[in-house]
């Protein structure tokens, strides 16, 4: 957690020529590691209940509460009610922003380029070597619901929604929460290559807690809690105000101290 908290200050800065940029001083994250979490309201949202969810999820989820309870910090149940939306807004809004951002890798001015007898074909030969299938599947999905006819339909009402999910978190900050407290997942890391190669949904639904963060615009950390009973590591996530990155630092380090470090068995071999 501390390495962490330096590195992301090191590599803090503000440029005019990224958007992403906000100008506003880099906070000593290191510091705010060791802060007391004492007094803080921490949010417990009834939403990430989710059916199906694993007993050893809710058993961590709980464990965690404890742990920050036992830190000083108070729990509070919040509801979010426009979570049940975010998984299919996300995976509009998602792929519709790489669709259109991938759009400049064609081959033409900078990157790779792969020949063709036509421009078209080169397009379509660069494009199919340069990315991966997954993105493809995404650049696809995007393409078609920003195309005429399926914009207002798809793309324009998944913003709407976005903007609900969003306006849901203002209104918990706003009553003095702190940081919100989830899951990471909703079941176990699973195997390489296990999940999407058939079904590509199975993979997302596993999205279902973290996306929230990304449609609300939202800091988010997910810490390592505990392991499954096959040894498979379990996480929690932490949600925080905007740009209140120094509070998520302090409370996952609570949550790090309280689990312990542990590893996973050696699976790789460096024959």
């Not at 975010?86 to 400049?104: F, T």
């Not at 609300?216 to 905007?242: F, T």
Request: aromatic share 10%.
């Amino acid at each position: 957690m501390r390495d962490c908290a330096i590195l992301l200050r090191s590599m803090a800065g503000y440029d005019a020529q990224d958007a992403t940029c906000v100008d506003r001083a880099v906070p000593d994250y290191e510091k705010a590691i060791g802060a007391s979490v004492k007094g803080m309201r921490i949010g417990v949202p009834k939403e990430y209940r989710m059916p199906g969810m694993a007993m050893e999820i809710e058993a961590l989820w709980q464990q965690g509460a404890r742990w920050l309870k036992d830190a000083g910090a108070e729990l509070v149940d919040i509801s979010l009610p426009m979570t049940k939306y975010a998984l299919p807004a996300y995976y509009i809004v998602a792929p519709a922003e790489a669709s259109s951002n991938l759009a400049r890798y064609d081959g033409v001015r900078y990157g790779l380029r792969v020949p063709g007898r036509d421009i078209i074909d080169m397009y379509e030969h660069t494009r199919a070597a340069g990315f991966g299938k997954e993105v493809r599947r995404r650049i696809m999905i995007g393409t078609y619901v920003l195309s005429a006819g399926y914009y207002d339909a798809y793309y324009l009402q998944a913003q709407k929604v976005r903007t609900l999910i969003k306006r849901d978190f203002e209104r918990c900050f706003a009553d003095g929460i702190h940081a919100i407290l989830t899951p990471a997942t909703p079941s176990a890391a699973f195997a390489i290559g296990e999940k999407g190669s058939s079904d590509p949904i199975e993979m997302y639904l596993n999205d279902v807690f973290t996306v929230t963060v990304n449609m609300a615009g939202l800091p988010g950390i997910a810490v390592p809690g505990g392991l499954d009973a096959q040894g498979l590591p379990l996480g929690l996530q932490l949600i925080g105000r905007p740009f209140e990155e120094e509070t998520l630092f302090a409370l996952g380090a609570v949550i790090e101290q309280a689990a312990g470090h542990f590893a996973p068995e050696r699976w790789w071999s460096l024959d």
